[in-house]
């Protein structure tokens, strides 16, 4: 894994051996918008069958596009966003988790906006970002000028939550879904006379099973003509949500595709559509076996549209292609040689966009989640356990081929390959800091994901993403992290917290061993929690509650590996609720 041993040091750009790319002031270079939704499974759509739902600005954006039928991503959500960025194997980058700091892509990767950017354009993401969250990890550190949403893996409240804006924690204005896709519209607005690179990676639909009463009511008591065939109980409820919430993500797809057309940039702008995982519940999804968390099929299968109008002939494409494929193929059609220093795991695949050609029938796509490998070819896939299937005949994956041992041991071989060549280089622990304290950006977020407690502090979920600390009864307990600070500096102390009115003037300081800071609290705020009113169905992530931002003053914070330690004092009972400690270098 790369590390973070002094940031101005890190290889962010390798791949400029020439500088930024000279863009051709005669030929303007075509626009590119990347949607990418959340634990969509190839099944959530009408277009592929789907008789539960109706998406028609999907399903047309598909019939104006080549629709690659065969189209492979990762298991789950940080490692596609990992390989989709680069067009290497997320074990390559550092990515082994969803949370914790796992999820956090190497600071010598270069990205997919690392190279639109040195190219000229404008850049923006909007959404989740589930890549890292402390600069140089943070999207403005990775290409993207523009950065609006939540860097977690997932969030507990879609109703007008605590988001953040390149940085500064900001709220958000509605579903947020609907509000990505506002911004995304803006900046299509703004940007409409220069080349621009929009990525908007939706966040549904992802539990919470949120969704607005405009699309639930449909589904409320629908009963559904397709439902899952397997031997895994389906949760209808969870299904008609999340039915609900693709619909909404096709209402916004309609919303992207009509501003296209209104700024009269359609010739000259890629649209692509993709999902990163199979679904996230039993149900219908074609007859395949597996969802999101598996290497089989309907784990990794996802709809892939490319639209590009008069370039790209809409037609259906069977070979297999991958997630990794995407960096190598949009840079080819734009135009932009960047020079690669790093071995891609992707191949371009615009020859077969633009020129019709057919690919290698010799490809394999390997899929690979924390120690589970399944590896495809054109018609055969080899799961985890060393069954190979016909793919084409039986997508299910329930009759073993037995009599094919030449393609069986050459699928064998590759997964072989792969163990030694990719997945060795995960180390077996992660080394990297948590970093704060970049010298080129104001803000450092330092949450309660990325936080330790001690004591009786108590975290609000076992799924640490969105979660925050309760239950501080004593003051001997702390919460902390230990973090590599790039560069030394003064640094405003801002705390989210809650507190009852029975504890005003209860006190936090955040010291590091050499420096402290202490202030009272003496506002209370003791909101209830939020979110249950809203699902459509019982969530396993954390509630989450409406904290509030109080300051604790200025520190000065030295270079160089050190404990952050957040303490409290004067608790009369359960003290504060702690999500998030804020610093903003003055």
């Not at 270079?29 to 789907?50: A, C, K, R």
């Not at 991503?73 to 990515?95: D, I, K």
């Not at 008591?221 to 389906?234: N, S």
């Not at 490998?373 to 356990?385: F, G, I, M, P």
Request: one cysteine or more; charged letters at 25%.
């Amino acid at each position: 894994m790369g590390n973070c041993a002094g940031c101005l040091s890190l290889a962010i750009f390798l791949f400029l051996s020439c500088g930024p790319q000279e863009v051709d002031k005669d030929v303007r270079p075509p626009n590119v918008i990347l949607i990418m939704t959340d634990d969509q499974g190839w099944g959530d759509l009408s277009y592929n069958g789907n008789t539960n739902l109706n998406t028609p600005n999907i399903d047309k954006l598909a019939s104006e596009s080549a629709d690659f039928d065969r189209f492979y991503v990762c298991p789950v959500c940080s490692p596609t966003r990992a390989e989709l960025l680069t067009g290497r194997y997320h074990t390559r980058g550092g990515v082994y988790s969803t949370s914790a700091g796992g999820e956090r892509l190497d600071l010598d990767e270069t990205t997919m906006a690392d190279v639109f950017k040195a190219a000229g354009y404008h850049t923006a993401a909007y959404g989740k970002w589930h890549n890292g969250m402390q600069p140089p990890y943070h999207p403005n550190a990775r290409g993207f000028d523009d950065f609006y949403g939540f860097c977690s893996g997932h969030w507990g409240h879609y109703f007008s939550p605590m988001l953040e804006h390149n940085g500064e924690i900001t709220k958000g204005d509605g579903f947020l879904v609907d509000d990505f896709t506002t911004h995304g519209l803006d900046f299509m607005e703004e940007h409409r006379e220069d080349p621009f690179f929009l990525y908007l990676p939706y966040n549904t639909p992802h539990s919470p099973m949120q969704v607005p009463d405009r699309w639930w009511t449909k589904f409320a008591d629908q009963e559904l003509p397709k439902t899952y065939a397997g031997e895994e109980a389906e949760n209808i409820q969870h299904t008609r949500a999340a039915l609900a919430m693709c619909e909404n993500v096709d209402w916004n797809v309609g919303r992207i595709l009509d501003k296209v057309e209104e700024l009269d940039i359609t010739r000259n702008t890629i649209i692509i559509y993709l999902s990163d995982n199979g679904p996230n519940g039993w149900r219908w999804n074609g007859g395949m076996r597996g969802r999101k968390g598996s290497t089989d099929e309907g784990g990794v299968r996802s709809p892939l549209f490319i639209k590009w109008t008069d370039k790209i002939k809409p037609r259906k494409i069977n070979q297999i292609s991958s997630v990794l494929d995407l960096l190598p193929t949009l840079t080819e059609m734009a135009g932009i040689s960047p020079g690669f220093e790093r071995k891609l795991d992707g191949m371009s695949l615009a020859s077969t966009l633009l020129e019709g050609r057919d690919g290698s029938d010799q490809r394999v796509i390997i899929n690979y989640w924390r120690g589970k490998t399944s590896v495809r070819n054109q018609t055969y896939r080899l799961d985890n356990a060393g069954r190979l299937y016909n793919m084409d005949s039986d997508p299910g994956q329930e009759t073993e081929v037995l009599d094919q041992p030449e393609i069986k041991n050459d699928l064998m071989e590759r997964r072989s390959e792969f163990a030694r060549d990719v997945v060795s280089e995960l180390p077996e622990i992660d080394s990297r800091p948590f970093t704060a304290g970049h010298p080129d950006f104001e803000w450092t977020q330092l949450p309660a994901r990325d936080a330790t407690a001690t004591g009786q502090i108590q975290r609000s979920n076992r799924y640490p993403n969105d979660s925050y600390f309760k239950n501080w009864i004593d003051a001997d307990d702390s919460i902390y992290w230990d973090v590599e600070l790039l560069s030394p500096g003064n640094f405003e102390v801002i705390v989210y917290y809650t507190l009852s009115q029975k504890n005003i003037g209860c006190s936090l300081s955040l010291t590091n061993g050499v420096s402290s800071i202490r202030a009272p609290i003496n506002t209370p705020h003791d909101p209830p929690e939020v979110g249950a009113k809203e699902d459509r169905d019982l969530r396993q992530e954390s509630y989450v509650k409406d904290f509030k931002p109080t300051s604790l003053g200025t520190i000065h914070l030295h270079d160089g590996a050190q404990r952050l330690r957040l303490l409290t004092s004067d608790i009369i009972e359960n003290g504060i609720d702690f999500r998030l400690l804020v610093l903003r270098r003055i």
